[in-house]
Structure formats: structure tokens, C-alpha cells
């Protein structure tokens, strides 16, 4: 498997708190041809070109800037955030962001991927949107904003996690 692929979230990811309680909750794997830590993945993930342009965005409208060491100091572990986001849950192998407004959810995970060969590394991305509560009905609601970018969000959610195998077999490949 080279491409990108919505799934079914594992049963250990932490992002599946949210899969269950009414918020939107997606999860997309690919794999990669050698073994990847994750603090490698995440590294690499939030290091993208791809990403980086988010970044950009994030420090001219929000001014919330953010770099490449600090996103090295996120897979490490040593930060509690990064740009727009808070660390909610780390293990090992995943890592669960939560932006600043408590809407949004993003999480990474790795696993050994053994029936397709020794080497091979499954890399997770996901994403949980929260509804919101409609102060005049008081209905749990997503909005029309949600509903107008989904499809971009999905399309984007790919991009992301392909960028970042493209970028881990850079870095195997020696370049």
C-alpha cells in the first residue's frame, strides 16, 4: 500500500474518545518501506512543505508562529503545544493535538506493520471535529462552515499524510 486510505480508526487510538460522542471523526493510513518512529513521523509531518504553508497561514492570522525545531521538540515530546495546538494525549506511538478553540482534534500514530513484511510502518493521520452547541435550540450542530469544507478537509487530510511519506522516504533514501 503506497496510496493514502481512509480506514477505520484501531482500537487503541486515542482519537477514537471523540469517534463515539457525537463529533466527526476520520482516520486515513499509508505505509512506509522501513521502520519509522514516531516522533520521526511527527517530525516529518509537521515539517512538510505542505504544512508548512498551514503554518504560514497560522502566524499571519492567527500569530501563532511556529518552526522546524519546535516541531522536532513536538515528536520529542518536550513542548506542550505547537503553533495552534495543545497536547490532549501522547503514548508512545500517538500523538493527540487539540487546536486552542477546543474544536478540532488531530492526531498521528505509527505501527509495525509484520503481514506485509518486516520493515514496513503503518502511518495513521485522523482528525475529530466537536459540534457545537446552538445557543437558541441548544442542538449539537457542526455548522455550515463543517459542512462546506469537509470534502477540502478530506482531500487535504490526504495530501498531509502523503506529503509526510514522501518525506520519510527522502530521509531513507538519503536526500
Known sequence: MTAVHPCTLPADALLRRYSG??????????????????????????TTSVFKLERLILRLLASRPSTDSQANQLALGMLGSFAAWLVEDRTPNQLLLADITGRTRSWLMVAAHGNAGPGMTRLFFGSAVVPVRDKTTGRRSFGFMFRALLGFHKLYSRVLLAAARSRLNRKIMGN
Open 21 to 46: 460522542s457525537g463529533a466527526y471523526a476520520d482516520c486515513y493510513v499509508t505505509e512506509i518501506a522501513s521502520t519509522v518512529t514516531h516522533a520521526e513521523f511527527v517530525e516529518a509531518f509537521y
